[in-house]
């Protein structure tokens, strides 16, 4: 039995006792909705009111204009304003990050999240751009000695659970901590070099390569100030992108200390995919080493030639030879558009399957779709019904595409 075959059946034994229930499930923490927003945060208001909700409510109006200032600014180096009706349109929610409430006044640090596809079209900027190939995420903590990643909910996987990726250009791939995770995704993994393990694992949540983002916790005293280490790694070596420090004053604020935590390695992470440094190990989608070729008939002598009957006719191949399977991830924020998802594949013809093999709510669902063609036919049959499709070996990323904003009107 070889290495590559072990690790199959154990991976397969693993998803079996998860199925029987002989895993326990852990305590894992969601995904927050992946949805494509602009997001801006660290919004400061401090407004004044005759009653508490108006001061509450003309305090998000100047988070909307203030967000929209920020947000501009920063994707087009200038500054703009708009009509408090328009950012109506614009906005998709207000995130509390905190907030203090008097009778007569409102304190708060407030964050926007602004609709990518609107937003885009009023700042004359592309809305979607081009995002990595899927990457799995094990965030690795350090506390107290310890190393932890799915074993059991932690705090920076709560943190990475909170990061909104919409505006990010890496696909994160973000288990929830549920069912065999704990089992294929532990601190141990991380230190394994073995691609044909590794190949195994990234097939079951249908990812191209691991991030492996670090940090490590040093309490100067109980309760008082924190430091934290952040690293962030990639591939089966983990090799370095980027490492940095960052303080708290007290153990109340490691929620806070965490949450930048992530946005300064999803920083790094981001220029590492600009510059060409976080791409796919290759050896992760090759066959595995030493593979041999399918012999039809081992005792025949392969120098022999093989005699050809000239009448015999020649076969044609059937639908039961050219289908093919692919693992297809696709955006679900909700249950009603992993039906729709489902539906959607369903309709085009060709298409013999497709059912959701990995379902994550508010995250990235996998689902195995079998296609009697060309994967390429199904590509451009999506993108003919309004998917956007990235291709890979064997496996496709989709997203629906968004729809055309009408101009506003002038002097809206």
Same mark, same amino acid.
């Given at each position: 039995?070889?290495?590559?075959?072990?690790?199959?059946?154990?991976?397969?034994?693993?998803?079996?006792?998860?199925?029987?229930?002989?895993?326990?499930? /852990?305590?894992?923490?969601?995904?927050?909705?992946?949805?494509?927003?602009?997001?801006?945060?660290?919004?400061?208001?401090?407004? #004044?009111?005759?009653?508490?909700?108006?001061?509450?409510?003309?305090?998000?109006?100047?988070?909307?204009?203030?967000?929209?200032?920020?947000?501009?600014?920063?994707?087009?180096?200038?500054?703009?304003?708009?009509?408090?009706?328009?950012?109506?349109?614009?906005?998709?929610?207000?995130?509390?990050?905190?907030?203090?409430?008097?009778?007569?006044?409102?304190?708060?640090?407030?964050?926007?999240?602004?609709?990518?596809?609107?937003?885009?079209?009023?700042?004359?900027? #592309?809305?979607? !751009?081009?995002?990595?190939?899927?990457?799995?995420?094990?965030?690795?903590?350090? *506390?107290?000695?310890?190393?932890?990643?799915?074993?059991?909910? $932690?705090?920076?996987?709560?943190?990475?659970?909170?990061?909104?990726?919409?505006?990010?250009?890496?696909?994160?791939?973000?288990?929830?901590?549920?069912?065999?995770?704990?089992?294929?995704?532990?601190?141990?993994?991380?230190?394994?070099?073995?691609?044909?393990?590794?190949?195994?694992?990234?097939? /079951?949540?249908?990812?191209?390569?691991?991030?492996?983002?670090?940090?490590?916790?040093?309490?100067?005293? @109980?309760?008082?100030?924190?430091?934290?280490?952040?690293?962030?790694?990639?591939?089966?070596?983990?090799?370095?992108?980027?490492?940095?420090?960052?303080?708290?004053?007290?153990?109340?604020?490691?929620?806070?200390?965490?949450?930048?935590?992530?946005?300064?390695?999803?920083?790094?992470?981001?220029?590492?995919?600009? *510059?060409? $440094?976080?791409?796919?190990?290759?050896?992760?989608?090759?066959?595995?080493?030493?593979?041999?070729?399918?012999?039809?008939?081992?005792?025949?002598?392969?120098?022999?030639?093989?005699?050809?009957?000239?009448?015999?006719?020649?076969?044609?191949?059937?639908?039961?030879?050219?289908?093919?399977?692919?693992?297809?991830? #696709?955006?679900?924020?909700? !249950?009603?558009?992993?039906?729709?998802?489902?539906?959607?594949?369903?309709?085009?013809?060709?298409?013999?399957?497709?059912?959701?093999?990995?379902?994550?709510?508010?995250?990235?669902?996998?689902?195995?779709?079998?296609? *009697?063609?060309?994967?390429?036919?199904?590509?451009?049959?999506?993108?003919?019904?309004?998917?956007?499709?990235?291709?890979? *070996?064997?496996?496709?990323?989709?997203?629906?595409?968004?729809?055309?904003? @009408?101009?506003?009107? #002038?002097?809206?």
């Amino acid at each position: 039995m070889t290495l590559q075959t072990r690790h199959r059946l154990l991976a397969a034994a693993l998803l079996g006792m998860v199925a029987t229930g002989a895993v326990v499930a /852990q305590g894992g923490v969601a995904a927050v909705d992946s949805s494509g927003t602009f997001e801006v945060n660290g919004v400061r208001v401090d407004v #004044a009111g005759p009653t508490a909700d108006v001061a509450r409510t003309t305090g998000w109006r100047l988070a909307q204009r203030r967000g929209w200032q920020m947000l501009s600014q920063r994707l087009t180096g200038s500054a703009q304003t708009l009509p408090d009706g328009t950012l109506d349109s614009l906005v998709d929610a207000i995130v509390v990050e905190s907030e203090q409430i008097g009778p007569n006044r409102y304190v708060a640090r407030l964050g926007v999240l602004f609709d990518r596809g609107r937003a885009a079209s009023i700042l004359g900027i #592309a809305g979607v !751009a081009e995002r990595s190939p899927a990457m799995l995420v094990v965030p690795l903590i350090w *506390d107290g000695g310890t190393g932890t990643a799915f074993e059991r909910a $932690t705090p920076w996987q709560a943190a990475w659970a909170r990061f909104r990726t919409g505006g990010s250009t890496v696909d994160y791939v973000r288990p929830n901590g549920t069912g065999g995770d704990a089992l294929l995704l532990n601190a141990g993994q991380v230190t394994r070099r073995g691609r044909g393990w590794w190949r195994t694992v990234l097939n /079951q949540y249908g990812a191209s390569d691991v991030l492996v983002p670090q940090v490590r916790l040093e309490r100067q005293w @109980p309760g008082g100030p924190v430091v934290g280490t952040f690293t962030a790694g990639y591939g089966p070596d983990n090799r370095l992108i980027g490492r940095f420090a960052l303080r708290v004053e007290q153990a109340d604020a490691i929620p806070a200390l965490l949450d930048e935590g992530v946005r300064r390695i999803d920083s790094l992470y981001q220029q590492a995919l600009r *510059d060409g $440094t976080l791409r796919p190990d290759m050896a992760l989608n090759a066959a595995p080493p030493g593979t041999p070729a399918p012999v039809e008939n081992p005792l025949a002598d392969p120098l022999a030639p093989v005699p050809v009957d000239p009448a015999a006719p020649v076969p044609t191949p059937t639908p039961a030879d050219t289908f093919v399977t692919l693992s297809v991830q #696709a955006d679900t924020p909700t !249950a009603a558009a992993v039906e729709s998802t489902e539906a959607a594949f369903r309709a085009i013809p060709g298409v013999r399957s497709a059912i959701t093999s990995s379902l994550a709510l508010g995250g990235v669902s996998v689902l195995r779709v079998t296609f *009697d063609g060309d994967p390429a036919i199904l590509s451009a049959a999506l993108e003919a019904r309004g998917w956007q499709v990235q291709g890979g *070996d064997g496996a496709l990323r989709i997203r629906r595409r968004a729809a055309p904003t @009408p101009p506003a009107p #002038a002097g809206g």
